[in-house]
């Protein structure tokens, strides 16, 4: 059977390895992780690389919340947009506008909602672009 590497392995994966070997038939497996476990300088080798690992996997995380944030507002903006402009429809047919009166002021402000909505896709779009060449 092929030789399995334990210096990849997490402190936590070494530790779980080490209560669920079967002692009988690998006891050259024992050992090794024996000697990881308990030679401080290889523990703190593989706790480094356990950290390294998380920051990098929490980076990667935050970065892609952080590409999708604008697309996030601009999707906002536009269901903001959609709605202000039918409920100024709405209100006017009925006659139950009163904070806006005329139908220009109620499809203006739609187009304020649906103008932001824009720069923030536009912002996201170009973020998406600048993955794509790197």
């Not at 080798?45 to 920051?55: G, I, L, M, P, S």
């Amino acid at each position: 059977m092929d030789k399995i590497d334990y210096t990849k392995y997490s402190v936590e994966e070494l530790e779980d390895a080490y209560r669920h070997i079967d002692r009988d038939r690998w006891p050259d497996r024992v050992k090794e992780i024996e000697l990881i476990l308990n030679d401080p300088v290889k523990r703190r080798a593989q706790v480094n690389t356990d950290k390294y690992r998380k920051k990098i996997k929490e980076e990667r995380a935050q970065k892609s919340r952080k590409r999708r944030e604008p697309l996030g507002y601009a999707l906002m903006y536009i269901v903001l947009g959609v709605l202000v402009s039918f409920f100024g429809l709405l209100a006017s047919r009925t006659g139950q506008g009163t904070a806006v009166d005329s139908m220009g002021e109620r499809v203006l402000i739609g187009i304020v909602f649906f103008a932001i909505a824009y720069l923030y896709f536009n912002k996201w779009r170009k973020s998406a672009g600048k993955r794509r060449h790197k």
